[in-house]
């Protein structure tokens, strides 16, 4: 221990000499103005950052990701700390009216960027009023939100060309549902699409996000992405940024990302955001009881659930295509007809574990969903 403990000290002591490194982080800064206090004059090497500070408009019912770039100098990749607040024109997002267009952006998460050349970061922003309030539009700002409520969030979407999902015939339809799920071959997936999704998982792992998985999903042109986190913002907040990657890294391919809930009616699966859940009590403790209480709390607030769960979800939830009817409430172990769904091990380990609220769309707004998710879970106590 002994040895590590000087070896250690011997590293640093190199590695605070100007010759070895040309870029200083601030920890060395402060320690070779200590060490040295002769040397204050060490040029510290500032790069520039393109940081894309990101926020949601104010469209209803559902806003659209926006985006703009400031540059800034930094000696190493910033902290939120480091972030500065900034503005944009709320006249032009549905934000503000014209004669009193400043909005402002408060940074509230930092990912890397490897989309971009050079240092780059995504900055995730809440909207500010000028007084220092939260904007109307800010769902973010006032959810309730827990450590220890982990959410995990699975986003499916279609992938379009022309106004079509990738693969399908310009008019008419492709072949009935059937290989799609999980498929592979050109006549089942396409020529891009898995070019885009791969490239999307490499962008989310990339800034930090905590990508789970993807798959191909029942339509033709119809895919997913898992994402997990914990803390309602914190896995909301990578959702969002998550789908801002998406769409960005589609565009060079001339696609488009439809995220609506059910872009075709017929028989064509709809497109969905299951939200699972836990919380300490339900990892921790758990019971039959418990589950009994939480799913009587579930079914009592069911039209306040579809009312945060996004819009359209009438199309999607019809009782078809793994779907329980929009007015109705069930739960069932391993069924995907149900409400919710609860998984074989939640029962099998004495009513412990994590929930599958299949009900959210894929419109639906993650600070919303995970919100009262917890809303309901908090009235059962
Ligand atoms: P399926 O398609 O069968 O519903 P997925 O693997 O696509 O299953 O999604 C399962 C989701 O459950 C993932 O997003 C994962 O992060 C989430 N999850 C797993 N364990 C927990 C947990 N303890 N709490 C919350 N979410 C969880
Ligand atoms: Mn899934
Ligand atoms: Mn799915
Ligand atoms: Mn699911």
New binding site residues.
Partial sequence: MKENGHLAHSLLLINALPIRKFVWTAKQVAFSTKKYPDKTTYIKKMAKYKLEYLWLDGYTPVPNVRGKTRIGDYDEFPTLEDLPEWGFDGSSTQQAEGGDSDCILKPVAIYADAGRSGNAALVMCEVMLPDGNPHPSNARANILDDPGA?????QEYFLEQDGRPLGWPETGYPEAQGEYYTGVGYKNVGDIARTIVDEHLDLCLAAGINH??INAEVAKGQWEF?I?GKGSKNCADQMWVARYLLLRCAEKYGVDVNLHCKPFEGDWNGSGM?C???TDKL?DEGGEDYFNSLMDAFEKNREAHIAAYGPDNHMRLTGLHETQSIDKFSWGVADRGASIRVPHSFVNNGYK??L?DRRPNSQGDPYAIASRVLQTIAEVG
């Avoid at 982990?150 to 699975?154: A, K, L, R, S």
Wanted: hydrophobic content about 30%.
């Fill in positions: 982990w959410f995990g969030f699975e789970e998985g898992q997990f299951h699972n859940f836990s990892r574990g994590y599958e």
